[in-house]
């Protein structure tokens, strides 16, 4: 019987599911800037990364080197959390300067806990949101996959936190920029990365990171309460 090929410019469903089936989600990439620090230098890979995440976040996730490691994308995490350090530090010095501060003991304090722990807190709010995430999206994602394709994919979505200390004179408005462009970031890592539908992708993250930022909003009020009453 004489084979017969199917033209490249027809597309047959089937076909073109089982092609999208077998990708190799934790197939190793190039490296991202910051995977590859070792030859661009600490600050500038940092940058180079963290300006992936902000304005080509897709290209991000196909560059990753380690998938099935959290190593790197965590020490980055780390960084980003120490941007939310001078965030809250020059809110402060707005705060005070604009004349806006309640109880001074207690806003004084309750700067000065999250300047030391905002790294710490948003490792924590991330791992609420991928353990979260990773139930909800476990009928569709390739089965097998480690989990830990997911935490790099939220890990890495921390970027954005790189221009929290350039908006802060804009107040709580500003602050929420770079929140919101984290969950832009992690629903295009879903759906770019781990191959995950738009629908699947965007209700997946937004309840991951609602549930984080809920947690979040919760304690902070919750400890100003606390401090308010102690001093």
């Known amino acids: 019987m004489a ?6 410019h027809i597309e047959i469903a089937a076909l073109k599911a089982q092609q999208v089936q077998d990708v190799d989600l934790m197939a190793s990439g190039p490296g991202t800037p910051w995977e590859d620090r070792g030859s661009h230098g600490s600050a500038s890979a940092y940058f180079k990364t ?7 976040p897709v290209q991000l996730f196909k560059l990753m080197r380690r998938p099935n490691s959290i190593t790197d994308s965590r020490g980055f995490l ?17 705060l005070m300067a604009r004349g806006l501060v309640g109880s001074p003991a207690t806003d004084l304090l309750l700067h000065i806990a999250l300047i030391l722990a905002a790294p710490f807190i948003l490792f924590g709010l991330i791992t609420i949101a991928t353990n979260v995430y990773s139930p909800l999206v476990e009928g569709e994602l390739k089965k097998g996959t480690p989990r830990t394709l997911a935490q790099n994919v939220f890990l890495y979505a921390t970027g954005p936190s790189v221009i929290a200390p350039l908006l802060v004179p804009i107040h709580w408005a500003g602050l929420a920029v770079p929140l919101l462009w984290m969950v832009v970031v992690a629903a295009v890592g879903a759906r770019s990365r781990m191959r995950l539908s738009v629908a699947g992708s965007i209700i997946s993250v937004v309840l991951g990171m609602g549930v984080a930022g809920a947690v979040a909003v919760g304690a902070y009020f919750g400890i100003n309460r606390l401090l308010w009453l102690i001093t």
């Open 3 to 8: 084979k017969y090929e199917v033209p490249a």
């Open 50 to 56: 963290a300006g992936l995440t902000l304005f080509k």
């Open 78 to 94: 780390f960084i980003n959390g120490a941007m939310w350090s001078l965030a809250v530090l020059l809110h402060a010095a707005v």
